[in-house]
Protein backbone atom coordinates (compact mmCIF):
# COMPACT_ATOMS: atom_id res chain seq x y z
CA UNK A 1 0.00 0.00 0.00
CA UNK A 2 1.38 3.17 -0.68
CA UNK A 3 2.01 5.81 1.71
CA UNK A 4 0.18 9.10 2.10
CA UNK A 5 3.51 10.63 0.94
CA UNK A 6 3.48 9.03 -1.90
CA UNK A 7 0.29 9.34 -3.18
CA UNK A 8 0.90 13.12 -2.82
CA UNK A 9 4.45 12.80 -4.50
CA UNK A 10 2.74 11.09 -7.31
CA UNK A 11 0.31 13.88 -8.17
CA UNK A 12 3.13 16.62 -8.01
CA UNK A 13 5.14 14.87 -10.58
CA UNK A 14 2.34 15.39 -13.03
CA UNK A 15 2.48 19.11 -12.68
CA UNK A 16 3.63 20.39 -15.96
CA UNK A 17 6.59 22.68 -16.90
CA UNK A 18 4.93 26.35 -16.54
CA UNK A 19 1.99 25.19 -14.63
CA UNK A 20 1.19 25.33 -10.69
CA UNK A 21 -1.22 23.06 -8.62
CA UNK A 22 -2.35 24.50 -4.86
CA UNK A 23 -1.54 22.51 -1.81
CA UNK A 24 -5.57 21.48 -1.78
CA UNK A 25 -5.40 20.74 -5.37
CA UNK A 26 -2.76 18.41 -4.68
CA UNK A 27 -4.74 17.21 -1.82
CA UNK A 28 -7.60 16.14 -3.44
CA UNK A 29 -6.18 14.38 -6.38
CA UNK A 30 -3.95 12.06 -3.68
CA UNK A 31 -7.40 11.09 -2.32
CA UNK A 32 -8.00 13.55 0.95
CA UNK A 33 -9.63 17.52 0.28
CA UNK A 34 -8.27 17.68 3.46
CA UNK A 35 -4.31 17.30 3.58
CA UNK A 36 -3.31 20.59 2.25
CA UNK A 37 -0.82 20.95 5.44
CA UNK A 38 0.27 16.94 4.82
CA UNK A 39 0.60 18.04 1.25
CA UNK A 40 3.33 21.17 3.07
CA UNK A 41 5.03 18.56 4.96
CA UNK A 42 5.43 16.09 2.20
CA UNK A 43 7.08 18.91 -0.04
CA UNK A 44 9.18 19.98 2.86
CA UNK A 45 11.20 16.35 3.10
CA UNK A 46 11.12 16.20 -1.11
CA UNK A 47 13.42 13.16 -1.06
CA UNK A 48 13.84 14.01 -5.09
CA UNK A 49 13.52 18.21 -5.34
CA UNK A 50 14.79 17.38 -9.05
CA UNK A 51 12.43 14.99 -10.08
CA UNK A 52 9.53 15.57 -8.07
CA UNK A 53 8.85 19.41 -8.64
CA UNK A 54 7.34 20.58 -5.19
CA UNK A 55 8.12 24.48 -6.61
CA UNK A 56 4.99 24.00 -8.69
CA UNK A 57 2.68 24.08 -5.92
CA UNK A 58 1.48 27.45 -4.14
CA UNK A 59 -1.00 28.59 -1.73
CA UNK A 60 -4.53 28.59 -2.73
CA UNK A 61 -4.32 32.45 -3.17
CA UNK A 62 -1.33 31.60 -5.76
CA UNK A 63 1.63 32.49 -3.60
CA UNK A 64 4.91 31.06 -2.99
CA UNK A 65 6.04 29.35 -0.16
CA UNK A 66 8.29 31.59 2.31
CA UNK A 67 9.05 28.22 4.33
CA UNK A 68 9.98 26.61 0.33
CA UNK A 69 12.93 24.28 1.61
CA UNK A 70 14.86 24.40 -1.38
CA UNK A 71 16.54 28.17 -1.37
CA UNK A 72 13.23 29.88 0.39
CA UNK A 73 10.74 31.74 -1.69
CA UNK A 74 13.34 33.55 -4.22
CA UNK A 75 14.33 30.29 -5.44
CA UNK A 76 10.95 29.27 -5.69
CA UNK A 77 10.01 32.32 -8.04
CA UNK A 78 13.23 32.04 -9.73
CA UNK A 79 12.56 27.88 -10.69
CA UNK A 80 9.21 28.63 -11.53
CA UNK A 81 10.59 31.72 -14.05
CA UNK A 82 12.66 29.72 -15.84
CA UNK A 83 9.99 27.72 -16.10
CA UNK A 84 7.68 30.37 -17.62
CA UNK A 85 5.52 31.12 -15.40
CA UNK A 86 5.69 35.02 -13.86
CA UNK A 87 4.92 36.22 -10.32
CA UNK A 88 4.26 39.36 -9.19
CA UNK A 89 5.28 40.47 -5.87
CA UNK A 90 5.65 36.62 -5.13
CA UNK A 91 2.12 35.85 -6.50
CA UNK A 92 1.26 33.41 -9.46
CA UNK A 93 -1.84 34.06 -11.55
CA UNK A 94 -4.13 30.82 -11.17
CA UNK A 95 -6.24 31.96 -13.77
CA UNK A 96 -3.50 31.85 -16.13
CA UNK A 97 -1.04 29.23 -14.89
CA UNK A 98 -3.07 26.86 -12.78
CA UNK A 99 -2.38 23.06 -13.87
CA UNK A 100 -6.23 21.22 -15.06
CA UNK A 101 -5.65 18.03 -14.97
Not at 27 to 36: D, F, M, Y
Not at 66 to 71: E, K, N
Not at 91 to 96: E, Y
Amino acid sequence: MESTFELIYEQVRRIPRGKVATYGQIAALAGNPRWSRVVGYALHVNPEPGVIPCHRVVTKDGRVSPAFAFGGENMQIQLLKDEGVETVEGIVDLNKYRWQP
